[in-house]
């Protein structure tokens, strides 16, 4: 059978010498090649930039450039990263095509689509992801957000890319017709084959390569705000990452990840315990991860978890817990053309009290949901939760989710499998509003949820205490499916429509989802009344926001602004005095102190100026960024530009003659120390089990 990959041409035999040498990088048709290849990439790929980023002309949540020093910094950069990409292809390439495709003019032709493809392929992706997820989505930041799990991941990448990925097999599927038309053309014009001949020599191609990468390297050490915004733009290159990726793999001496070259870099290159994320043990007279110096002992972090055991209040007050998902602050009080969206959540927390500063330790749904359980930092490890502070006081403990509540392992850091009674999506996997029953996806609508939790309480003896979690999660991406009521009169928004340019139509498509939720809680907190009895306390929070774009970032878990980490929280039935800022992993102790209270005089947030609670995206392992935030204040850190940012006033905290520059030093130690002590009480032995 022929092999559509060779060419099996008849030889001209109009010349029968070899055709001579032209140069280290092959016939004139290659060098013609490699330029033209380099400059498409580099003309398409900032065609792609000003699209989704404006980076020429307005910036928009970006960076642009606005000299034109900083325009032709950029062009030579990636004119010359381009090329390193382009003859790094090749040196991978043409071996093959030699040997595989034989004729040159069929090497000539695949090594020519492939440079073009690959990139292509590359740029369409990220440029679709960037226009429904916003461009500060990475693959590391859908890994956290996937639970951990690559699987989980590569199934949501697959569900938003369905067109691009449609469009790559397609390019697959062209290649024996490329193949037949290369044979056609070596046929019929044997002067073609001649043109494309010879191949290049890969020596030269690989030392022509590790030039351009040395030389498109220069832009990613330049200091000043120019440099900055250039590699910004080079960062969204397939060639600036893949660049960005060899220097760290080949500067990683000693295989700890980190490279004297990366970002964050790795300050000790030859001793594998000594990273930028190592633990840093106390007072061992070795600063493990290079910052702040080395780990004092002693040191007590701003948040401590709470002790085991310890009084829940009387017994004959039931206890509802209703967990939103992805659901802002600012919806509360808030009208969409004269309408209410959440009149019930407002009535709730005008009876009862609710904050204006309450936050998620971590804007993602797994962490967050475990710090409200545990009511600590370092969520993820076994332990008691909430649920066993409610069972050794004589409650049953029913757990209603309407998500899959198994994502990475959320068990064993919930302890639901303790919970008496436990639902969640896997339930009615049948009746899922998602497209997929990925655990990262799996859903089931409000509606189904409030049945199966109004099934529960018809049923239930209101003498017996009863802790009850509900967890409602249709405000979650795409913010729409079939069982949302159109109780606002908008215009819902296709999931395959959603784009940075439809930022409005999203909103109001959330904003009438939200509408729905609250109709879903004035269902379940009703039932909850007459089952129950108003006796009891109410206790409504969500796992963390949503950015709408605020950051050029549809989604949440990559930025720590009020966007993606400011919840709501709502206490009805309750009393005590709630110190603000607070977080969710203060609810567990906060409702511990004061379950007890009747509720006649209702919960009073208290704002609290030395307070500060504690927050990082991605992981506590490993996170991007970290931050101290304060009543109207905060101290942040970010890794891999080794940047501190100080916001609002600090007069209170400076000492007598102080700069600012170590002012700012001792704050950022200070917020540097809390995170290594939470990594220290992490990573302990005794603690984990």
Request: hydrophobic share 40%; proline share 7%; with cysteine.
């Amino acid at each position: 059978m022929r092999s559509p990959f060779i060419d099996r041409s008849p030889v001209s035999t109009a010349n029968q010498n070899p055709p001579p040498e032209r140069g280290p990088l092959g016939s004139s048709a290659w060098v013609i090649l490699l330029g033209a290849l380099v400059l498409c990439i580099t003309v398409a790929e900032a065609v792609l930039l000003e699209l989704g980023a404006t980076f020429f002309t307005g910036g928009f949540n970006y960076p642009n450039l606005d000299t034109p020093a900083q325009i032709g910094g950029f062009f030579l950069a990636s004119l010359t990263m381009d090329a390193f990409l382009v003859l790094a292809i090749w040196l991978v390439a043409i071996p093959i095509f030699r040997r595989f495709a034989y004729g040159p003019l069929s090497c000539f032709v695949f090594t020519a689509v492939l440079s073009l493809g690959l990139p292509a392929v590359a740029d369409l992706l990220r440029y679709r992801l960037f226009a429904v997820l916003g461009r500060g989505v990475s693959l590391e930041n859908l890994f956290e957000l996937g639970g951990g799990s690559a699987s989980v991941m590569a199934t949501e990448v697959t569900l938003q890319l369905r067109g691009v990925v449609g469009f790559a097999i397609l390019a697959l599927a062209a290649i024996p017709l490329l193949a037949w038309g290369a044979r056609r053309v070596a046929h019929r014009w044997p002067a073609v084959t001649e043109w494309v001949t010879p191949t290049p020599r890969l020596p030269f191609v690989a030392a022509a390569c590790a030039l351009a990468g040395l030389a498109g390297s220069i832009v990613f050490w330049l200091p000043g705000d120019s440099a900055e915004r250039v590699r910004r733009g080079i960062l969204a290159k397939p060639s600036g990452i893949l660049l960005v990726d060899l220097i760290r793999f080949s500067s990683d001496v000693d295989r700890d990840g980190f490279g004297l070259l990366s970002r964050p870099a790795d300050h000790a290159p030859f001793d594998a315990s000594l990273h930028p994320f190592a633990v840093d043990r106390p007072s061992n007279q070795v600063d493990e991860n290079g910052i702040a110096g080395d780990h004092p002992a002693g040191f007590a972090p701003i948040h401590e978890p709470p002790g085991p055991g310890g009084e829940v209040g009387e017994l004959s007050r039931p206890l509802l817990v209703v967990f939103l998902e992805s659901f802002r602050t600012d919806l509360l009080g808030a009208r969409y053309e004269g309408q209410e969206i959440t009149p019930f959540l407002n009535r709730l927390a005008r009876e009862g009290a609710a904050s204006q500063r309450a936050f998620a330790n971590t804007p993602s749904t797994v962490p967050s949901r475990a710090q409200l359980f545990r009511g600590d930092i370092e969520w993820q490890r076994a332990g008691e939760t909430w649920i066993d502070d409610f069972k050794d006081e004589g409650y049953t403990v029913a757990h209603f989710s309407g998500q899959d509540d198994s994502l990475n392992d959320s068990p064993s850091y919930l302890g639901t499998a303790r919970a008496d009674v436990f639902y969640d999506a896997r339930d009615d996997i049948d009746l899922r509003t998602s497209r997929t029953a990925n655990p990262m996806s799996l859903q089931v609508s409000w509606k189904t949820l409030g049945r199966r939790v109004k099934e529960f309480l018809a049923n239930y003896d209101s003498e017996i205490p009863l802790f009850l979690y509900v967890n409602i999660v249709d405000t979650h991406f795409p913010y729409h499916h079939d069982e949302i009521d159109n109780l606002l009169g908008i215009d819902p928004i296709d999931r395959s429509d959603i784009s940075r340019d439809r930022a409005e139509q999203i909103r109001s498509t959330y904003a009438n989802t939200a509408a729905n939720v609250d109709h879903a809680v004035e269902e379940l907190v009703e039932t909850w009344w007459e089952r129950m009895g108003r006796d009891s306390a109410i206790v409504i929070t969500a796992d963390h926001s949503q950015s709408f774009y605020e950051n050029g970032v549809l989604g949440h878990g990559q930025f720590l602004d009020e966007s993606h980490t400011r919840v709501p929280l709502i206490l009805w039935g309750l009393g005590g005095e709630w110190p603000e800022p607070v977080s969710l992993a203060d609810v567990r102790s906060l409702v511990r102190e004061n379950l007890s209270q009747t509720g006649e005089s209702p919960a009073r947030f208290v704002p609290d100026p030395d307070r500060w609670i504690f927050q990082y995206a991605y992981s506590l392992d490993g996170p991007r960024r970290i931050q101290l935030r304060g009543l109207d204040r905060s101290v942040a850190y970010t890794f891999a530009e080794n940047e501190s940012q100080l916001q609002g006033s600090f007069d209170d905290l400076r000492e007598p003659g102080e700069d600012e520059a170590a002012f700012e030093k001792r704050m950022t130690d200070w917020l540097i120390r809390n995170w290594e002590a939470y990594q220290l009480r992490a990573n302990d032995p005794a603690r984990r089990d």
